[in-house]
């Protein structure tokens, strides 16, 4: 019997970092929930921890690659590895308190939506956001350029917490990815959008984890590289798209998870291998409408 939930946890962390998550999304969820980690460029002795821990956890699951897939690709395959009937993924830095992500996947099963994701924007201002200020801006033009360019509401598409209904992600995954890194979520959530499944946000503060900027700056290119092959097969007056309707999409519930979601409108084959190609953008579209 497949389990009720799937947490995958895509992570770069080296030595026993990658110990002290498991042990707290563990000792938050329940001793039922399946834990994925996905070490996405790992050394030995992140390995070695997750094999000690999984000696008391036999619903502790892992996957190696001892070279970096990025973001995206790690994503990818846990996606495809994941067994859980509500399929998850969160930073390895945990940045959003885990009761509420808790309490909302509990009710995600008997709602008529087909997943969240955790925002720290909805509905807060500028200042009260726990980030560096270059992460802020950049991550305020960013959205500005979703919206604008998919027609994508959300305040937060790169919140670093999603869950989806399974059959809602099976659908995601019989596509070829476009992206391997940063933009991955946004072309999540435009394939969801594709094929008519609603989404609502969850408002979470999120705890600054990180105070770097150098990695932002150094992702700028790869990250503008991904945005313009998305704009191709989705974007605003993108030639590769003419039937792109444009303007905003309805999704559904923006708040609590308790609250009704029509309350605001009525190398090869194997997925887990690290050598699975990225297909390119084929000039057509993706949904084969007219």
């Excluded at 940045?95 to 087909?114: I, K, S």
């Amino acid at each position: 019997m497949p389990p009720a939930l799937t947490i995958i946890v895509p992570s770069c962390r080296r030595g026993l970092g990658i110990r002290a998550c498991v042990d707290t999304l563990r000792r938050d969820f329940g001793p039922e929930v399946e834990l994925l980690v996905v070490l996405n460029g790992a050394d030995s002795l992140a390995e070695n921890s997750l094999h000690e821990l999984a000696r008391c956890d036999p619903c502790l699951r892992w996957l190696v690659f001892r070279r970096r897939l990025g973001k995206g690709r790690a994503l990818q395959v846990g996606l495809r590895a994941a067994t859980g009937e509500v399929v998850g993924f969160i930073d390895d830095d945990l940045p959003f308190p885990l009761e509420r992500l808790r309490e909302a996947t509990q009710h995600l099963e008997a709602r008529e939506f087909d997943g969240f994701i955790c925002s720290k924007w909805l509905g807060v201002s500028f200042e009260s956001v726990e980030q560096p200020l270059l992460r802020k801006v950049f991550g305020r033009v960013f959205n500005l350029g979703v919206r604008y360019v998919f027609g994508l509401t959300y305040s937060d598409t790169q919140g670093g917490a999603k869950f989806l209904k399974r059959e809602a992600l099976l659908e995601v995954l019989g596509h070829p990815a476009l992206c391997s890194g940063f933009c991955y979520d946004l072309e999540l959530l435009l394939r969801l959008r594709e094929h008519g499944r609603t989404l609502g946000e969850l408002p979470l503060q999120a705890r600054n984890t990180d105070n770097s900027t150098v990695g932002l700056l150094r992702q700028l290119v790869p990250v503008c590289r991904e945005f313009g092959t998305l704009w191709m097969a989705w974007g605003r007056f993108s030639p590769f798209r003419p039937s792109f309707r444009g303007g905003t999409y309805p999704h559904a519930w923006r708040g609590e998870p308790g609250q009704d979601p029509r309350a605001r409108h009525a190398s090869g084959s194997d997925p887990a291998s690290p050598c699975a190609p990225v297909d390119r953008l084929r000039s057509r579209n993706p949904a084969g409408r007219p």
